[in-house]
């Protein structure tokens, strides 16, 4: 079955430090990766999305992420944090072939001035 | 567009009550989905249409919930008895085709006394 592991609830970093969100994954196959941020009374709004070719990809706001195949991972990464984005972000998987999207239980990012 | 519209914002409500949520995808968008997302479990996919059938409702809890889509402008999500471990944060979100990403409304914020 799918799921999708975020292994840190909380992280706080000041403002201007470099900034990696962890993110793993279980899939059989080839997986569709997302990242989405949440600001707080919002809904969720897609920051990147890997679905195959560059294993690096871009994404809105300065983010990047790296899929690796060989760990399994999606980590998220911003290489200079701003304040605006505290939030809370989650990693999600989908198959090929299918809308269900399972995402993760989230990272809270706090940021201090 | 005014993107996927939810309604209502806040629903308080007292145990055994009906609760009706309701969302209004983006015109022409083909698949809509229903989340739920609590503190302890994060995001959880309940349902999804695409093209206003069910495709995959395991994510429902139980009997007491159920989702309909009767045209591709409208859905519910009735809880009938609720109770107060039905107290989460609602979201619905359409997508326009497979593998395309969600769009997400803001949720609606349940509250079963």
């Known amino acids: 079955a799918q799921s999708v592991t975020q292994p840190d609830i909380h992280i706080t970093v000041s403002e201007g430090a470099s900034l990696e969100l962890r993110c793993n994954y279980s899939?059989?196959?080839?997986?569709?990766l997302f990242w989405y941020v949440q600001s707080p009374g919002q809904g969720l709004q897609l920051l990147l999305k890997?679905?195959?070719?560059?294993?690096l990809v871009q994404g809105i706001k300065g983010f990047e992420a790296e899929f690796k195949r060989s760990q399994s991972s999606f980590n998220l990464r911003k290489p200079s944090v701003h304040w605006s984005d505290a939030a809370e972000y989650f990693c999600?998987?989908?198959?090929?072939?299918?809308?269900?999207?399972?995402f993760g239980t989230g990272t809270r990012l706090q940021v201090f001035p | 567009d005014a993107g996927v519209i939810q309604s209502p914002r806040h629903e308080v409500t007292e145990m055994g009550q009906e609760v009706t949520l309701r969302c209004k995808p983006i015109?022409?968008?083909?698949?809509l989905f229903w989340y739920r997302q609590t503190m302890m479990r994060g995001l959880e996919l309940l349902i999804y249409?695409?093209?206003?059938?069910?495709?995959?409702d395991s994510g429902m809890p139980e009997d007491r919930f159920s989702a309909k889509m009767p045209n591709a402008s409208f859905s519910t999500l009735k809880i009938q008895p609720s109770e107060p471990r039905d107290s989460a944060v609602y979201f619905c979100?359409?997508?326009?085709?497979?593998?395309?990403?969600?769009?997400f409304g803001s949720g609606t914020q349940l509250s079963v006394l």
């Open positions: 979100a359409s997508s326009p085709r497979q593998d395309e990403k969600l769009f």
């Open positions: 899939y059989g196959a080839t997986p569709y």
């Open positions: 890997y679905f195959s070719g560059d294993t």
């Open positions: 999600a998987v989908a198959g090929w072939g299918t809308d269900k999207l399972i």
């Open positions: 015109s022409g968008h083909n698949s």
């Open positions: 249409f695409n093209n206003n059938v069910p495709i995959d």
